[in-house]
């Protein structure tokens, strides 16, 4: 028991050392950056990029509904996988329930995709 | 019969694309070598530290940071390598020489140029943008990448931490970088940048799921997470009386492994964002797309994190599908690195193969072809399993 939540700690410690010097890494190129970089600000250089005229509008507008939907499909098959992943890995020891558990599941998640298919969810217009 | 005959500038581009592949298997040989020599130094180091009484997790806090800072290194020199390689492959591709000036030798220099280049740059944040968005955009976007890197088996021994859900943490990370794109299409006010940052997180997760389904076959087949014990369960040879006929690696299970195969390298290609992929950042239509309002480092970052997703994405299918580091001879880190380049150029071939494709199609494509294949292909290795 013990050892095993020391590897634990000792793995995603170590997880947590990476995530700490990504972040110092990127910081310290940054503030490099900020220190060699040249600074002569034209006042025009900070204006919206539209192809040269003067730009129309805030670019914060109401977005198509279908990036939602696509949100939302997303989210649900991707919980999805991450039931089937721990079934995958211990397969071998579940032998013929194992199969037809799964063939149970997978043809639900399938008639979702089907609903979702003839609701016209996948069209992208 | 007859002989089909080269020009000129065939010849010449073929013995370049030559010249430059051995280069870069000489590379990955050094660099290689270097963390391998590392590896032993450090491990006489550590006893050596332990004999003076060093307490054990100072001293394993520092191989950690040492570690971070070796694979720090590795991104950056792989990331300018692959930049400059596929500029000479695109180049080639169409009759080009691509950069030769700078630094003598078919200009090998230039990403480094390049890299300095954009360090000079100066920083541009729009009126319109929400300036703290805009800022941690790039950190955000580049962190998951690097973390990633914690789990990939450069071969045997040299990986810095072999989680037991190793494939999982890969694919969890590599999603954040989506909310990286995402607020640097918001957060900079413009609409080119919003309608890139919005199209590349549409896509990416319709992508990030039939590539994480087309993985399940390979783990029922393993039964483990960890990429070093997938990589383990490819060696060996399958042979017909004895002689040894076809390695053990996935890509070569009839049937499974090539359809898990095809679709991971197509949802890989389409989560990085890479041409035929890359309506999100379409120049003829977006400008940039979401990176349209970047300059500098904060620029230099997204194009590190794109370039270390290619990496990363060439590495696991290395681990998954080509044995990782199994191979006669030469030592694992090598096969690793010769099979991971390997793949790196199938991306850059794939650039100039294909045209992109329309964003409808991009997104049937994958909810209508790929999803339904990835369910099949899990109940047939399933089916197999069992007989």
Known sequence: MFETSDLFLRQYGQVGIFLLFGIFFAVISLALAWLVRVRNHDPLLNTTYECGPDPVGTAWIPLNVRFYLFALLFVIFDVETLFIYPWAVIYKDLGMTGFWEMSVFIAILSLGLLYAWKKGALQWD | ?387
């Open chain 2, 1 to 387: 019969m007859v002989l089909p005959v080269w020009t000129q500038s065939q010849k010449r581009a073929f013995g370049v694309l030559s010249a430059i592949s051995i280069a870069g298997a000489g590379l990955s040989l050094a660099i290689g070598e270097l963390s391998l020599r590392f590896n032993q130094i450090w491990k006489f180091v550590t006893s050596l530290a332990l004999k003076i009484a060093i307490p054990s997790l100072l001293v394993q806090i520092v191989s950690m940071i040492l570690q971070c800072s070796i694979l720090i290194g590795f991104i950056s020199v792989s990331v300018m390598f692959i930049v400059w390689w596929e500029r000479k492959v695109s180049a080639h591709m169409q009759s080009r020489l691509g950069p030769m000036e700078t630094g003598g030798w078919h200009g090998w220099a230039q990403t480094i140029a390049d890299a300095i280049k954009l360090l000079l740059k100066e920083d541009v944040i729009p009126h319109e943008a929400s300036p703290w968005v805009h800022r941690l955009a790039p950190v955000l976007a580049f962190v998951p990448a690097f973390l990633c890197y914690a789990a990939l088996p450069f071969g045997e021994g040299l990986i810095s931490a072999d989680l037991d859900i190793g494939i999982l943490y890969i694919f969890a990370l590599s999603g954040i970088s989506v909310l990286g794109i995402v607020m640097a299409g918001w957060g900079s006010g413009n609409k080119y940048s919003l309608l890139g940052g919005l199209r590349s997180a549409a896509q990416s997760v319709s992508y990030e799921i039939p590539r994480v389904l087309s993985v399940v076959p390979i783990l029922m087949f393993a039964g483990s997470l960890k990429l070093t014990a997938i990589a383990q369960y490819q060696s060996g040879f399958w042979r017909i009386s004895g002689v040894p006929l076809l390695p053990k690696w996935f890509i070569f299970y009839p049937f499974i492994g090539q359809v898990a195969f095809l679709i991971f390298l197509i949802a890989s290609v389409a989560e990085t964002n890479r041409t035929p992929f890359d309506i999100a950042e379409a120049e003829s239509e977006l400008v940039a797309g979401f990176h349209t309002e970047y300059s500098g480092m904060k620029f230099s970052f997204f194009f590190l994190a794109e370039y270390a997703y290619v990496f990363l994405s060439a590495g696991i299918t290395a681990a998954l599908f080509l044995g990782g580091g199994s191979g006669p001879i030469l030592p694992s880190w090598i096969w690793f690195l010769l099979k991971s380049f390997f793949v790196v150029f199938l991306f850059l071939w794939f650039r100039w193969t294909f045209p992109r494709l329309r964003v409808d199609r991009l997104m049937e494509f994958t909810w209508k072809f790929l999803l339904p294949w990835s369910f099949a292909n899990i109940l047939i290795a399933g089916l197999v399993i069992l007989l």
